[in-house]
């Protein structure tokens, strides 16, 4: 079956130290999207790719840093510079970036910094 | 940037009652989708809207788009247990996708 498979799903890291969460996909989408929910809050994009070796920073882009070297392949790397990491973070994929596909989610990683 | 806000933020009702959630956007929005999360898991696609004034529906859920393209509803009628989680809207105002914050519906059977 295609989808989209995040890892892992709980990770737990200390204050200061960078994480990178995985995101793969094999729907053959062009657009690749990290979101991060907090509790009881809406989704905000962190950074965003519409084909490979290219990606544009979202709304909250500060802290984090992504790749797109394969075009199944988002990682996302939290960076000890993001005051606040410990979220949800859910990553998504559309056929194309037009903003009119709809998003497929994973399952997503809770991430918890200590 | 684009704001959308979403209203209620919560809502419980008794099985069997209607809900209705509402999605306000500052700018005219291109299409709006609708997103269903079930506690502790995520977003799955419900529907898109295009076209001004248009009104689709899935069994029990209506959704409406605004005359002007800045508001859309999600209409529940007769909830079910199986209706708990959060819905959001995501409006599309041409160059980034804008979740609202999302209503939780709480079911009671």
């Known amino acids: 079956d295609g989808g989209i498979t995040q890892s892992p799903k709980y990770l737990f890291r200390k204050e200061g130290q960078n994480v990178t969460l995985s995101c793969e996909q094999n729907?053959?989408?062009?657009?690749m999207y990290w979101y991060r929910q907090d509790p009881g809050q809406g989704l905000r994009l962190i950074y965003y790719?519409?084909?490979?070796?290219?990606?544009q920073k979202g709304d909250i882009a500060e802290g984090y840093s992504v790749s797109r070297e394969k075009k199944e392949s988002f990682p996302l790397t939290v960076t000890s510079a993001q005051k606040n990491p410990t979220a949800f973070y859910l990553c998504?994929?559309?056929?194309?970036?037009?903003?009119?596909?709809?998003?497929?989610f994973g399952n997503g990683t809770r991430l918890t910094v200590t | 940037g684009q704001q959308v806000m979403q209203i209620p933020q919560y809502q419980h009702v008794q099985e069997g009652e209607d809900f209705t959630t509402y999605c306000n956007s500052s700018t005219t929005l291109s299409n709006i989708q609708w997103y269903k999360q079930r506690p502790g898991g995520h977003p799955v696609f419900l529907i898109q809207l295009v076209k001004s004034g248009e009104v689709k529906k899935q069994k029990r859920l209506t959704f409406q788009f605004g005359e002007a393209k800045k508001n859309s509803s999600l209409h529940i009628t007769a909830t079910q247990t199986t209706d708990v989680g959060t819905y959001f809207c995501?409006?599309?105002?041409?160059?980034?996708?804008?979740f609202g914050g999302g209503t939780r519906l709480m079911v009671k059977p």
């Open positions: 729907l053959n989408h062009d657009a």
């Open positions: 790719s519409q084909i490979v070796n290219d990606f």
């Open positions: 998504a994929s559309s056929i194309g970036g037009d903003l009119s596909s709809p998003l497929h």
């Open positions: 995501a409006a599309n105002a041409g160059n980034m996708l804008t």
